[in-house]
């Protein structure tokens, strides 16, 4: 699926996030997942403390993650557009990646390094997925920041906190284009 005359750089400047609303069926089965999986572990981590891990959520889980998306919006009082917003990408999908900030004691690498790295590993995961040939969205919203969510759903531990939820499939269709920033209004070059 990948064209292998295509430069990394190439790569990286036209790829295109697919709206996890358009990702369907079929999604990747483990053995496609793993390489996926392990470039995504491939990015800096000062240290080699690995502060974070995958969750990969599956067939009945998205929808035992909906059902729970539903029950914790009632419980924190959000109104119904919160509530399908928080469960939609859990009842549409069929299969996500969650990245899981799991901090570890260091003295060489402050928490904010270790997030730095966490953020890494979503965009790698997204664009290993891309590059694989597969479609792939990284979403949050509010389910990735409620505590009563992330733990009970997803088993993450007090000090632990979800970064992204990477949702592959198969891309319905080509997602439009959308505006890209301007590098002359956002890069300043210093040479002195």
Not at 26 to 32: G, I, R, S, T, Y
Not at 65 to 92: F, I, M, N, P, T
């Amino acid at each position: 699926m990948t064209n292998h005359d295509v430069t990394a750089t190439e790569f990286l400047q036209k790829r295109r996030s697919v709206p996890a609303k358009m990702l369907g069926l079929p999604v990747p089965d483990e053995a496609a997942l793993r390489p996926i999986l392990t470039a995504a572990m491939r990015v800096p981590d000062h240290g080699k403390l690995e502060p974070w891990r995958f969750v990969v959520v599956q067939g009945p889980a998205m929808a035992r993650l909906a059902a729970l998306a539903h029950r914790r919006a009632a419980d924190l009082g959000l109104d119904a557009e919160q509530s399908a917003k928080g469960a939609s990408q859990y009842e549409a999908g069929h299969l996500a990646v969650v990245v899981v900030f799991s901090p570890k004691p260091s003295e060489k690498a402050p928490p904010a390094e270790q997030l730095l790295s966490t953020g890494a590993a979503c965009v790698s995961l997204l664009n290993a997925a891309l590059a694989a040939g597969w479609g792939a969205n990284w979403l949050t919203g509010w389910t990735a920041h409620d505590r009563g969510f992330a733990e009970e759903g997803l088993g993450l531990a007090p000090e632990e906190s979800v970064a992204g939820v990477i949702h592959i499939g198969t891309a319905a269709k080509t997602p439009p284009e959308r505006p890209r920033p301007d590098p002359d209004a956002l890069v300043q070059w210093v040479s002195e």
